[in-house]
C-alpha cells in the first residue's frame, strides 16, 4: 500500500552495517555491508575495527538500499535505529547517523531494541504475529527465550544464556574441530556426512527446570574429548564429533523453546537469530512443534542474520501503534535490556 509509511532502518550492533527500507510491512530493501572479512583472521570481531568499517560503509550502504528500493531519502518517513543491545562503538555509529537523517529529513526517530527486531523481522516474510508468540533467539552474540504479547510494546525475558551464546559455541568447537570462522554454517555442512549419536556431550541446564541455557560446559566437553583422543593419537572423524555437538545444542534449544510455549499455554513459536539457519535446529524444531501441536516461524536465513530491515519492520510497528518518536539525544546503550523494546 503505496500511503503505509516507508521506515529506514539502521542496523549496526556488531559487524553488519544493515540497512532495510519497509513500506508498511512490505520489504523494499535489505542491503548489508559485513566487515566479517576483516574479522576472520582474528577468530572472532573486533569492536574498534568493525565501528571503523560502519563509518566507511553507512553512506554507501543507505544508497545502495534507496537504490535497490527505488525511492529517493526524501521519501522517507521515519528512521528507525538499532540503539542496543550490541557493541558500545559500532552502535553510536548507527545511532548518529539515524539521528543525522531524522534530523536532516524532519521526520521521527525510533530507537529500537535489537533482539525485538529480531522478532518483528518475521512479519515481513510470514504476516502478522501471533499476539502472544514465544520467540527462540540464537546468535553469535545471544541465546534468549522471549514471551512476546505484542513486539510494539512489550517483550518479556523467560531465560537466556549463563556463559556463552548458542553461536558462539558453533564458533569455538568449530576452532578446535579446525573449521573456519564463523564455523556455524561449516559444523552444519559437517554435521550431514556425521552421527548425531556418536558422541554423547552433555546437555547444560537440560533438567534444571528454567529456562535458561548453558554451553560453556559443552563447549569444554568437546574440546576434552578431542585433546584426549589426540592425545592417544586417534583420528578425529570431524563429521561425528560435529554432529554430536550440534546435537546437544539443538536439543536443549527446542526442549526449552516448547518447555516455554507448555508453560505459558502459547501456540506459535518463532526462531530467530544467525543460528536458526541451523538445518538440524529447523528440523527438530519442526519435529517437536509437530508433536506438541506448536505453529513454527522461522524467517528465511538473510533475515535471521543481523540486517536492516528487522529495525525498519519494528519501526513499522511503533509508527503504527502510535508509539511517541525518540528524542534526538538518545544514547547507544550496549546493555539495553529486552524489556526496553525502544528507547
Ligand atoms: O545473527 P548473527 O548473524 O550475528 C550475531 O551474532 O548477532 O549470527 C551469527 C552466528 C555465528 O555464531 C554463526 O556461526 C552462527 O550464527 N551460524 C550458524 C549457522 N549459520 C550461522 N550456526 C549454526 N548453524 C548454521 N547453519
Ligand atoms: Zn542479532
Not at 527505488?70 to 542496543?84: E, I, M, N, P
Not at 517437536?288 to 506448536?294: L, N, Q, S, T, Y
Not at 513499522?316 to 547507544?332: E, H, K, Q, R, W
Not at 550496549?334 to 526496553?340: A, E, K, M, V
Amino acid at each position: 500500500m503505496a500511503d503505509e509509511p516507508l521506515v529506514l532502518g539502521i542496523e549496526t550492533s556488531c559487524d553488519e552495517t544493515g540497512i532495510g527500507l519497509v513500506r508498511g510491512h512490505t520489504l523494499l530493501a535489505n542491503t548489508i555491508a559485513s566487515s566479517m572479512d576483516e574479522h576472520a583472521r582474528f577468530g572472532g570481531v573486533v569492536p574498534e575495527v568493525a565501528s571503523r568499517a560502519h563509518l566507511e560503509a553507512m553512506t554507501p550502504t543507505v544508497e545502495a538500499a534507496l537504490a535497490a528500493a527505488g525511492v529517493r531519502l526524501s521519501d522517507v518517513d521515519a528512521v528507525a535505529v538499532t540503539a542496543g543491545p550490541g557493541l558500545a562503538g559500532a552502535l553510536l555509529v548507527g545511532v548518529a547517523a539515524a539521528k543525522s537523517y531524522a534530523l536532516g529529513l524532519g521526520v521521527p526517530l525510533y530507537g529500537v531494541n535489537h533482539l525485538a527486531a529480531h522478532v518483528a523481522v518475521d512479519q515481513l516474510e510470514h504476516g502478522p504475529l501471533p499476539k502472544p508468540c514465544v520467540a527462540l533467539l540464537v546468535s553469535g552474540g545471544h541465546s534468549s527465550l522471549l514471551l512476546v504479547p505484542d513486539v510494539a510494546q512489550d517483550v518479556i525475558s523467560l531465560g537466556s544464556t549463563v556463559d556463552d551464546a548458542a553461536g558462539e559455541a558453533f564458533d569455538k568447537v568449530a576452532r578446535v574441530l579446525g573449521l573456519p570462522f564463523p564455523g556455524g554454517p561449516h559444523i552444519d555442512r559437517a554435521a550431514r556426512e556425521g552421527s548425531g549419536t556418536a558422541v554423547t556431550f552433555p546437555r547444560g541446564k537440560i533438567d534444571d527446570g528454567t529456562l535458561d541455557f548453558s554451553f560453556s560446559g559443552l563447549k569444554t566437553a568437546v574440546a576434552r574429548w578431542v585433546e584426549a583422543r589426540q592425545a592417544a593419537g586417534e583420528t578425529i572423524h570431524v563429521p561425528d564429533v560435529a554432529a554430536s555437538f550440534q546435537e546437544a545444542v539443538v536439543d536443549v534449544l527446542t526442549r526449552k523453546a516448547l518447555a516455554a510455549c507448555k508453560k505459558y499455554d502459547v501456540h506459535d513459536l518463532l526462531i530467530g537469530g544467525g543460528v536458526a539457519a541451523n538445518s538440524r535446529l529447523r528440523a527438530l524444531a519442526q519435529e517437536r512443534c509437530d508433536a506438541a501441536g506448536v505453529r513454527l516461524r522461522v524467517p528465511r536465513p538473510g533475515l535471521c542474520t543481523d540486517n536492516g530491515a528487522m529495525v525498519a519492520a519494528l519501526g513499522s510497528n511503533l509508527v503504527a501503534a502510535g508509539i511517541t518518536p525518540s528524542m534526538l539525544d538518545i544514547p547507544a546503550d550496549s546493555s539495553l535490556p529486552i524489556t526496553t523494546v525502544h528507547v
